[in-house]
């Protein structure tokens, strides 16, 4: 079945660093989701990229759909400690592994 | 529009039990589907119904079965419970399968 693997597991950082998380598939995705999960909450949808290519920002956050459809990437700029919790990709009714962040303030 | 309500929010049951979570989407949405997440497996896929029926299923064990009503609020059944189904159940509700999900708040279900 379809698997959406995502790097790194966790990452944490200093408030005012960067941090990037990547989504992986084996193969074309036709679209991709990205979600936030705060500690303690549930996920909440950020973003769905379609085009490939596709480059999308939110303030701080960037996401990017690849090329070939197969990756995506999010890249928080100058993290905060509003930043802190798990983002998801997903591609229908799939999420990838999700990565953790941290950040110290 | 009220969001996705999941009942109860907490469940502690022994072990060989069974376990009935309730979930009702958003209004209009007709794709409900659930979710298992446990702190190392992340968000595992159960199944998706949608108008009352089954459309998609994850890979988890007969034990784990669910149901969808014609109003479209879904029940999620456990039987024979075990002390690795300890998790925390979440509900999204969906306009169409591949779009917004929105999520309910979850059921921790504790299993001892």
């Known amino acids: 079945g379809q698997q959406v693997m995502q790097i790194p597991q966790y990452q944490h950082v200093q408030e005012g660093e960067d941090f990037t998380t990547y989504c992986n598939s084996s193969t074309t995705l036709s679209n991709i989701q990205w979600y936030k999960q705060r500690p303690g909450g549930h996920p909440v949808f950020l973003i769905q990229l379609v085009k490939s290519g596709e480059v999308k920002k939110q303030k701080r956050l960037t996401f990017q759909f690849g090329e070939a459809k197969k990756n995506s990437s999010l890249h928080i700029t100058a993290t905060q400690t509003t930043d802190v919790g798990t983002y998801f990709c997903a591609f229908k009714l799939i999420f990838g592994t999700g990565t953790r962040l941290q950040v110290f303030p | 529009k009220a969001g996705v309500t999941q009942t109860p929010r907490y469940l502690i049951k022994t072990r060989g039990q069974q376990v009935t979570l309730s979930c009702s989407p958003i209004?209009?949405?007709?794709?409900v589907s659930w979710y298992q997440q446990t702190p190392g497996q992340g968000l595992q896929f159960l199944f998706e119904?949608?108008?009352?029926?089954?459309?998609n299923k994850g890979n988890f064990p007969g034990r784990f079965s669910g149901r969808q009503f014609s109003n479209s609020r879904s029940e999620m059944n456990v039987s024979t419970l075990e002390l690795g189904d300890s998790a925390l159940y979440l509900c999204?509700?969906?306009?169409?399968?591949?779009?917004?999900?929105?999520f309910g708040q979850g059921t921790r279900l504790t299993v001892v």
């Open positions: 209004s209009g949405h007709r794709s």
């Open positions: 119904y949608f108008s009352e029926t089954q459309r």
């Open positions: 999204a509700s969906r306009e169409g399968w591949n779009t917004e999900a929105f």
